[in-house]
């Protein structure tokens, strides 16, 4: 594993911190992934995807939203969100190809936000389909139908499973709840198969 940098950057929210792993050699991509709700960028299924892309070759940058940095639990609206990470993807962006994604809310910013940062793709952990026990309200649209798109979600998740539909790719994992905790080498090689095949991992 390469240099690890970390960074305050200043938001039109407020600062955000975001922590970037280079991998040993020449990077082939960059993986921008953002926290849930009321967690931090170290969860373990985020912990996981980080290692395994910087050993097969990815720069992986973890961005920490302002309300998160301030101390506050309860998330800012998504305009906001979607603002601030906006903002900090923009800033660190380097020309390589770039993917874009995180866990639960995380998710869900990096898909509304995908198109317009350019980005070749996105990769959806936990993602939140519905709140627990309310199916109707549906979040499947902001799954970007454009884009090439991961979603790795259990099949024990109260936030629904998303459906496979055109680029959209879902890998369900057996057993596990919305952290995802629960095989966490098999998510692992999961979103690697997938970076690969896209040509964004070696």
């Not at 995807?49 to 910087?54: C, E, F, G, L, T």
């Not at 099949?155 to 905790?181: K, M, Q, W, Y």
Request: glycine letters at 14%; aromatic letters at 2%.
């Amino acid at each position: 594993m390469g240099a690890v940098r970390s960074l305050t950057i200043e938001t039109p929210r407020g600062p955000a911190e975001v922590e970037i792993t280079d991998p040993a050699g020449p990077p082939v991509s960059m993986l921008v992934l953002g926290h849930g709700a009321g967690g931090g960028v170290h969860a373990p299924d985020l912990t996981r995807v980080h290692d395994v892309a910087v050993a097969a070759g990815v720069r992986v940058a973890l961005v920490t939203q302002p309300y998160r940095v301030a101390g506050r639990r309860a998330p800012a609206p998504a305009g906001q969100l979607d603002e601030a990470w906006t903002h900090c993807v923009r800033e660190i962006a380097d020309g390589l190809p770039l993917v874009v994604g995180g866990r639960s809310s995380g998710a869900r910013v990096a898909c509304r936000t995908a198109g317009d940062l350019g980005a070749a793709g996105v990769l959806c952990l936990a993602f939140p389909l519905h709140p627990p026990g309310k199916p109707e309200r549906s979040r499947a649209d902001e799954l970007p139908e454009d884009l090439p798109t991961l979603v790795v979600n259990g099949d024990c998740d109260p936030f629904g499973v998303p459906v496979a539909s055109g680029l959209i790719e879902v890998t369900v994992r057996p057993g596990a709840t919305h952290d995802l905790r629960k095989g966490l080498p098999g998510t692992g090689e999961a979103v690697l198969r997938w970076l690969t095949g896209k040509g964004w991992a070696r």
